[in-house]
Structure formats: structure tokens, C-alpha cells
């Protein structure tokens, strides 16, 4: 059975850094696609980053583009997500997910995803 379990949130200050770690059981973090999710109170599940089995192509959401990054550690088995420069708007709790219907691509929908992690809670202050 596939778990995803995230770690890494946290309260921080608006401009720093921090790293989520998504360490997956079950299977090869590089069998499928990966991504993360973020959903912030009041507001619908946003994509933030996907990257697809080994790593060939990876999505990101203009909102984080150029702030953030994803990658897969295959020795770890485990999916990150690098944040620089964060804002007071990134704040959400933050899902990894994985899904079983795409290799090649990382899809932004979160219907294609069939695995879930419990999230872990970001909060950045101004």
C-alpha cells in the first residue's frame, strides 16, 4: 500500500526559506508522477509543482515559478519541494500527492491524483 507522509512545514517570516519532504512507502518514487498541492482555509486545492516519472518533465505554477522547485530523491524515496522567497500568500497547508494515471506528464488537476499525503501546515508572516 502507497503512503506519502510530508514533513518540513512550519511559521517563518516572509523571504526566508524552507524545504517540505514527502518520504513515499509503497513504491518507487520514481514510478509515476509526483506533485504538490496547497490548499490555504476557504479556498480549493491550488497545484504548485509536478514532476514526472524520473524526473524528465517538470510543471510549475506561475504563481511559484521561479521561487520554488521539486525533485525526487531516489535513494531517500522521497519528493521535495525547495521555497525561497516566501510570501505571506504562500501560506496553506501543503500536500504531495501521486498519481498512477500519468508517467510522462505531471498534471495540475488534482483528480488525477490517487494518493494523498496528511499535509503539512506552512504559515509565513509579514
Known amino acids: 500500500q502507497v503512503q506519502l507522509v510530508e514533513s518540513g512545514g512550519g511559521l517563518v517570516q516572509a523571504g526566508v526559506s524552507l524545504r517540505l519532504s514527502c518520504a513515499v512507502s509503497?513504491?518507487?518514487?520514481?514510478?509515476?508522477?509526483m506533485a504538490w498541492f496547497r490548499q490555504a482555509p476557504g479556498k480549493e486545492r491550488q497545484f504548485v509543482a509536478g514532476?514526472?516519472?524520473?524526473?524528465?518533465?517538470?510543471n510549475t505554477a506561475d504563481s511559484v515559478k521561479g521561487r520554488f522547485t521539486i525533485s525526487t530523491d531516489n535513494a531517500k524515496n522521497t519528493v521535495s519541494l525547495q521555497m525561497n522567497s516566501l510570501k505571506p500568500e504562500d501560506t496553506a497547508v501543503y500536500y504531495c500527492?501521486?498519481?498512477?494515471?500519468?508517467?510522462?506528464?505531471?498534471?495540475?488537476?488534482?483528480?488525477?491524483?490517487?494518493?494523498w499525503g496528511q499535509g503539512t501546515q506552512v504559515t509565513v508572516s509579514s
Open positions: 500527492a501521486e498519481s498512477v494515471l500519468f508517467y510522462y506528464t505531471a498534471s495540475s488537476d488534482p483528480r488525477n491524483y490517487n494518493y
Open positions: 509503497g513504491r518507487t518514487v520514481s514510478s509515476y508522477s
Open positions: 514532476i514526472s516519472r524520473n524526473g524528465a518533465n517538470i
